[in-house]
C-alpha cells in the first residue's frame, strides 16, 4: 500500500475512534516509536496503549475499539517505517 493509502485509512480509524487531529496522534507515535528500545518487542503494546490513552471514554463498544486500535496501530508503524525509509534512502 502506499503512504497516501495508509494515511487516508488510518484518518478513517480515528475519527472512527472519535480523535479527529491526525497530525497530533502522528507526532505521539513517532516520539514514542523514537523513544522504543530496539532490544525489546514490547513496542506494538506500547502503541496500543498510548492510542488507548488518547481515546474519548465512550467511543464504540470494546471489542470493536480493540480491533481498530489494533488495526491502527499496525498501519501507523507502517507509515513510520515508510517515512523513516523514504528519508534514509533519499541520502543513498
Known amino acids: 500500500m502506499k503512504s497516501k493509502e495508509l494515511e487516508r485509512?488510518?484518518?478513517?480509524?480515528?475519527?472512527?475512534?472519535g480523535l479527529k487531529d491526525y497530525e497530533v496522534?502522528?507526532?505521539?507515535?513517532?516520539?514514542?516509536?523514537?523513544?522504543l528500545d530496539a532490544d525489546t518487542s514490547?513496542?506494538?503494546?506500547?502503541?496500543?496503549?498510548?492510542i488507548?490513552?488518547?481515546?474519548?471514554?465512550a467511543v464504540i463498544n470494546k471489542v470493536e475499539r480493540?480491533?481498530?486500535?489494533?488495526?491502527?496501530?499496525?498501519?501507523?508503524?507502517?507509515l513510520v517505517a515508510k517515512k523513516f525509509h523514504k528519508i534514509h534512502s533519499v541520502g543513498d
Open 42 to 50: 514490547e513496542g506494538f503494546i506500547t502503541l496500543q496503549t498510548l
Open 9 to 17: 485509512h488510518s484518518r478513517k480509524l480515528l475519527l472512527k475512534l
Open 66 to 78: 480493540a480491533k481498530v486500535v489494533e488495526r491502527l496501530t499496525v498501519i501507523m508503524m507502517l
Open 25 to 35: 496522534i502522528m507526532g505521539k507515535v513517532i516520539k514514542a516509536i523514537a523513544r
Open 52 to 57: 488507548y490513552s488518547l481515546l474519548p471514554e
